[in-house]
């Protein structure tokens, strides 16, 4: 249900209702997801723990993972709407949008498996460089075979995009930010990105830097000192991420 409500709000933000939810107007998606986050932070915490000590552990994870994750999205808007993004805002709003979101949920199995504080911590850990792995592959999956070519016209601020950007000298650097607001209009400058990404060592670099995360999100998971089926179950989720082509 968190999962959910916080997608949603994301597909408004981005532009994606009517792809992602067909029928729905944006002002009753918002008020969907908004009543989703409002309840169940209680529903979570008093349906599936009666101990008040595990209660109170589920609404501080879920306060202190909501909040980060608005900070990130909010962050990702801001982004979509400057022509001088920084590779560091991108980290900054990846961290938050997308890993915040994935240590929230490791954190919270973590809680309800009453395990250790320090376990804890390394869960929410390995969540969170899982996170950060998987925006960048849907980064570039979407770049790769998007034909909509959805994050360009939208203007969302990439990390493969950023650093091409940030690689750029001027003139050429200016000539590509205003190929990018072209873009959002005509589908021709957006295949020209495109295009030209594609071909980046920015590209690359976006590929070895999902490759660090996950060596991360391995490292963590061997420090919560998991083990049997479930550690091994982990461990092939983590391998199952792709690169070049998502799970």
Known sequence: MLWTAFDALDDIADGDVQTRWPGFDPSELGVMASALLATTAHVIAHSLHDSPEVQAQLHLWIARGLGEMADGQIE????????????????????????????????????????????????????????MA????????????????????????????????????????????????????????????????????????AVLQVILHLGRARTALAESASSGPAAAQLAAFLDDVHPFGGR
């Open 134 to 205: 998987n925006q960048f592959v849907s980064d570039l999956a979407e770049l790769s075979a998007d034909p909509h070519r959805r994050d360009i016209r939208n203007g969302t601020r990439t990390l493969p995009l950023v650093w091409h950007v940030e690689m750029l000298e001027r003139p050429a650097r200016d000539a590509f930010v205003t190929l990018l607001e072209s873009a959002r209009r005509d589908a021709a400058a957006a295949e020209r990105v495109r295009e030209a990404l594609l071909v980046s060592p920015a590209y690359r670099r």
């Open 76 to 131: 990702d808007l801001d982004n979509a709407r400057s022509s001088d993004v920084t590779s560091g805002r991108v980290f900054s709003s990846v961290a938050g949008k997308t890993g915040g979101e994935c240590a929230l949920f490791a954190g919270l199995g973590a809680v309800l498996a009453r395990v250790s504080p320090e376990r804890q911590r390394c869960f929410a850990r390995l969540g969170f460089e899982y996170g």
